[in-house]
């Protein structure tokens, strides 16, 4: 028990990198919800609508439709990592992401996506929306990036909301060790699993890993009589054609777990591409439109699911 006791004191004082705290969430499980989004995923999916989650470490965003051009974080700069020639504004490879630069700048043009944090402290900031959780049954939402890519801490944090009776629910991809994931997911009061394509060719193509780890998981995850939803994000052209969603209906029909969400593709998140200076894959893909999304759910639903298109 001291050995037991001393472990989880020292996983209460490790820090997890996290980039953003949403309040009110109603979209990520039962109730108001506050929404802990971890950085760092094993997976990059083409759609990915959070692409400064993917990196473990803190990184810089730059705006520069809200940039001045005062050159104020080229004085700050103590690496002299950025340089402004001919209006534009330059970050090099010597950036070590300390943030100097967007303390100076007004105009809130230059951000760093990702701070670390103990869990007390990620704790405390759960707990001022306590009394929203107890009036509509909801709690808190472990999301990302992957929060299995820092599983100590979501161990530790999940634990810790449980001690004070806070209802948690796990948003994952399901790629982690098979020991890893149960012993996170298990914690859980309700996992949202993310399913995003059968077809393993076509899911390492798209999202860069084999789906093997991530159905077997799956499977393993259900059979313990478990709460799940499966989420399939629903993308026109990459997993929607019929034969696809019958290779969804088939797998899940054959599964404990009932219940299943779709999520229509959005272009919400293409502008954090240009921000970090990263391409965006999908440019030219469309949302799905109303009679797509209802041509899944109704294949699944004859298969015996229960499904809500999440709009």
């Given amino acids: 028990m001291a050995l037991a006791s001393h472990q989880a004191e020292v996983a209460a004082e490790s820090t997890a990198v996290i ?14 919800r ?5 950085k760092g995923c094993p997976l990059s999916c083409w759609w990915c609508h959070n692409p400064e989650s993917q990196r473990l470490q803190p990184e810089l965003l730059y705006l520069e439709e809200h940039c001045r051009h005062c050159g104020d974080c ?9 340089e402004q020639v001919d209006g534009t504004v330059r970050t ?15 105009a809130e043009a230059r951000q760093i996506a990702g701070r670390r944090m103990t869990v007390g402290e990620l704790v405390a900031e759960i707990e001022r929306d306590l009394i929203f959780f107890e009036e509509s049954g909801g709690g808190v939402t472990l999301s990302g990036g992957e929060p299995l890519a820092q599983p100590r801490f979501v161990s530790a944090l999940l634990g810790a909301c449980r001690e004070r009776g806070i209802g948690t629910v796990l948003d994952t991809c399901g ?24 077809d393993p060719v076509k899911h390492k193509q ?36 019929d034969d696809e969603i019958r290779q969804f ?37 469309p949302r799905p439109s109303a009679a797509d999304l209802a041509r899944f759910r109704d294949a699944l639903t004859r298969a015996g699911l229960n499904v809500r298109v999440r709009l």
């Fill in 19 to 32: 980039f953003n705290i949403m309040r009110f969430s109603t979209q990520d499980g039962p109730g108001i």
């Fill in 175 to 198: 790629y982690a060790p098979s020991g890893v994931f149960l012993t996170v997911a298990l914690a859980a009061d309700l996992v949202l699993f993310d399913l995003k394509l059968m």
């Fill in 92 to 106: 090099s490879a010597l950036c070590r992401r300390c943030g100097q630069c967007t303390e100076v700048c007004q």
């Fill in 206 to 241: 798209y999202t860069g890993v084999s789906n093997r780890r991530i159905l077997g998981n799956l499977e393993e995850l259900v059979t313990r009589g478990r709460p799940v939803t499966v989420r399939i994000p629903v993308m026109p052209g990459i997993n929607d054609a």
């Fill in 249 to 285: 209906a088939r797998y899940l029909s054959e599964l404990p777990a009932r219940q299943v969400e779709l999520l229509p593709y959005h272009h919400i998140g293409a502008g954090k591409y240009k921000r970090l200076g990263l391409p965006y894959r999908l440019p030219d893909a």
């Fill in 74 to 82: 080229v004085l700050a700069c103590p690496q002299h990592a950025i």
């Fill in 34 to 38: 506050t929404t802990v989004f971890f």
